[in-house]
């Protein structure tokens, strides 16, 4: 079994610029989630789908941050503009459902540098 | 809301010894899980252990085990006979309350050495 993907690996833009993470959940797995790492803290819950709907988005900055997952598959999260507190890690991760408690598996992230 | 300590930020472990990592946690429900996840520098976050707070019974898995006090809200990853390969960053991990969210503590980065 495949496990998340993730692109790009790595992504270096100045601020004010804009970006785009892609993930790819597990195939089957109806919710998927982005955090947020910062460097020496724990992942931060951005946003999460159930199918293509969003479930939690509380802690997304909505005037920067927008995040889709138009056919319940995978999904896209975008910055603009990007500042430079931005800099992060951009985990994706998905779990089989989000009734009950299913593991969540997680994949290699996307680490972002705004200069 | 529920928060997640890790008071250690740092651990050093001789290899084939024991170690154990701290974390404790605040919340007003009864039922919830609980998580240890490593990520080493690769930051691919992996599973390593998980408790379920109504079983009394604390969970293990191979050299891996924990030590669930609920009434302390205490819960402590125990690593025997460390290998090389357990360094890496260590998070707490809690879910409760629903719709399968994680919350994580800061961290713990494990060394482990000759």
């Known amino acids: 079994e495949a496990g998340v993907a993730q692109s790009p690996r790595y992504k270096i833009i100045e601020k004010r610029q804009s970006v785009a993470f892609w993930c790819n959940p597990i195939?089957?797995?109806?919710?998927l989630y982005w955090y947020q790492q910062i460097l020496g803290q724990g992942p931060k819950l951005l946003i999460q789908?159930?199918?293509?709907?969003?479930?939690?988005d509380s802690q997304l900055p909505k005037d920067r941050f927008s995040a889709e997952r138009l056919k319940g598959v995978d999904s896209t999260l975008k910055i603009q503009p990007a500042k430079l507190e931005d800099s992060a890690v951009y985990l994706c991760?998905?779990?089989?459902?989000?009734?009950?408690?299913?593991?969540?598996?997680f994949g290699p992230g996307t680490r972002l540098t705004v200069t | 809301a529920q928060t997640v300590t890790q008071s250690q930020p740092e651990m050093s472990v001789q290899e084939a010894e024991t170690v154990t990592l701290s974390c404790t946690y605040d919340?007003?429900?009864?039922?919830?899980?609980l998580f240890w996840y490593k990520q080493p520098p690769s930051r691919q976050m992996i599973l390593v252990i998980r408790?379920?707070?109504?079983?009394?019974q604390n969970a293990t898995e191979n050299r891996f085990s924990v030590n669930f006090q609920k009434a302390a809200k205490s819960f402590s990853l125990k690593i025997s006979d460390s290998q090389l390969g357990d360094a890496a960053m260590y998070f707490c991990?809690?879910?409760?309350?629903?719709?399968?969210?994680?919350?994580f503590g800061t961290g713990t980065q494990l060394k482990v050495e000759l």
């Open positions: 991990a809690y879910n409760g309350g629903g719709g399968n969210k994680l919350t």
């Open positions: 195939s089957g797995h109806a919710t």
């Open positions: 408790q379920e707070a109504y079983k009394q």
């Open positions: 991760a998905s779990s089989r459902t989000m009734t009950g408690t299913y593991e969540q598996y």
């Open positions: 789908f159930q199918n293509n709907g969003v479930v939690d």
């Open positions: 919340t007003s429900e009864s039922d919830y899980y």
